[in-house]
């Protein structure tokens, strides 16, 4: 990697790892207090059918269809907050101007940080619900976290995007968190309510599966590995991260 | 002048809390109120307990935009030398702006109720004015605890996003943990619940409304006692 996209990746971490850090610990916490507690969890749900009263079926609908999944989408639109945008409300712009490379190439290096960020994140859940599973005496298929990982990982992608673009035109703070929050919960549901667009998925049915094809909801598994939606995502992704980048490429600092 | 301050802060955010709150009651709307056939008022609809989760998700979410920023985020911004330099104490700023959020909640409940009645102008009763307004008080004392506890957050974390991190997830945390032990029982612990309570428990909003105060008054001891210098 060239010095200076390093220097630049280097930034964005800083600005963001107090971010990741506290999402992956209240991630990784959520998991583990499922997985410890999973005894007294599952008799408060009191489920007699399957698959929620099966261990596979709890950790499917507390983690992968739930709180966990809830969590992690709100958790992608925060990593994806900042930019220059917002460094020009905080009086620190003049210093990442002075950096000798284009405009566009800062967001490129924030989004690709992010990126990355958002696919740990979703990694988590994969590492730690099978191995605290063992811990405990139980199995969960480590297929089937690492398949959940690439779907949080992909769709996750596309929350994380819509939010950066919304960090590249909105500068205050709390009003990039607002848009971009309710743009994300809000958004994919008036889609599926337009002419023609009824069926389009939601995001968090792409994300847990639910009412998919590639979900058997009686064993609360993945039958096979959802390339098609995971492709489909990033593509999702990528425009949204190209227009933002085109719009911050054009941006204007003058003043 | 302070009142002002806080209005210029946050008025941005009440544009984009209004077409919130607008879009999701649209789509509650939209959906499965039509889909439904009109067998029910939509405003007994939309308040009652189950189907008005979208909407009320939205305002909790709301409630925690509108009370965050304090002199902490201010001082991140390199702004809090002006603040301080006005003639008032510490106390006089938070409470501003803890009555300014707390104003901006209710006058978006009040939007949400009147939105409501609008859309459900066709099956006008006069029942449903007054379970809006009773709706809109539940809505406002216990979005206003939400938004102390948001305020408070501010104060402590500098960073503008860890707060409102911190403060949706304390929230949820404590929704999680009432549940869990049994407190949901007592309405004033299960704000969620409260704010969809059709009994109107007016004792149980008494003590949020207690506890929201309390919350701020929290916030003002942490405030006075930091040092900006």
């Avoid at chain 1, 979703?122 to 405990?136: R, T």
């Avoid at chain 2, 709307?29 to 007994?44: I, P, Y």
């Avoid at chain 2, 929230?171 to 007592?186: D, K, T």
């Avoid at chain 2, 309570?197 to 916030?219: C, M, N, S, Y």
């Amino acid at each position: 990697m060239p010095r200076g996209l390093a220097v630049l990746a280097g930034k964005a971490w800083h600005e963001s790892r107090s971010r990741f850090a506290i999402s992956a610990a209240i991630l990784a916490t959520l998991c583990v207090v499922f997985i410890a507690f999973q005894d007294p969890l599952r008799r408060l749900m009191g489920a007699t059918t399957a698959p929620a009263n099966t261990y596979a079926g709890y950790i499917y609908i507390r983690v992968y269809a739930t709180v966990g999944e809830g969590l992690f989408a709100v958790l992608v639109v925060l990593l994806a907050l900042g930019g220059t945008r917002r460094e020009r409300a905080h009086g620190s712009l003049g210093f990442t101007l002075a950096l000798p490379v284009p405009h566009r190439t800062h967001a490129m290096v924030r989004a690709a940080v992010g990126l990355g960020q958002v696919v740990a994140l979703a990694a988590l859940p994969a590492v730690l619900v099978p191995a605290g599973s063992a811990l405990i005496g139980l199995r969960y298929a480590a297929d089937q976290a690492a398949t959940f990982a690439l779907l949080w990982a992909a769709v996750g992608s596309i929350g994380f995007a819509a939010s950066f673009l919304v960090s590249v035109i909105v500068a205050n703070d709390y009003a990039a968190l607002a848009v971009s929050v309710l743009a994300v919960r809000l958004v994919p549901s008036a889609l599926t309510r337009l002419p023609g667009l009824h069926q389009l998925p939601r995001l968090h049915d792409l994300m847990s599966g639910h009412a998919m094809p590639y979900l058997d909801p009686q064993r609360a598994t993945l039958v096979c590995v959802p390339w098609g939606v995971a492709a489909g995502s990033l593509v999702v992704a990528a425009g949204l991260l190209a227009v933002a980048v085109w719009l911050s490429g054009r941006e204007r600092f003058l003043g | 002048m302070l009142w002002y301050k806080a209005w210029c802060e946050t008025r941005s955010r009440l544009g984009i809390a209004a077409v919130a709150v607008t879009a999701a009651t649209g789509l509650v709307w939209h959906s499965d109120w039509q889909a439904r056939g009109h067998e029910r008022m939509f405003a007994s609809y939309v308040w009652g307990a189950a189907g008005n989760d979208s909407v009320k998700a939205v305002f909790v979410l709301l409630a925690i935009v509108l009370g965050a920023g304090s002199l902490r985020q201010e001082q991140a911004m390199g702004t809090a030398g002006f603040t301080l330099a006005l003639p008032v104490r510490r106390r006089q700023l938070v409470i501003a702006r803890a009555a300014v959020g707390l104003c901006e909640l209710c006058a978006l409940a009040g939007f949400i109720g009147l939105l409501i009645l609008s859309l459900s102008w066709s099956t006008w009763d006069p029942g449903a004015a007054a379970q809006t307004l009773r709706y809109v008080i539940q809505w406002s004392v216990c979005g206003g605890a939400v938004l102390a506890l948001a305020l408070l957050a501010s104060i402590a974390i500098p960073s503008p996003y860890l707060g409102w991190l911190v403060s949706l997830l304390g929230f949820f945390g404590y929704e999680a943990i009432v549940g869990v032990s049994g407190l949901g029982r007592y309405p004033a612990f299960d704000l969620y619940r409260l704010m969809s309570d059709p009994r109107a428990p007016w004792l149980a909003l008494v003590a949020v409304a207690v506890a929201g105060t309390a919350l701020v008054a929290l916030g003002h001891l942490w405030l006075r006692s930091r040092d900006f210098a």
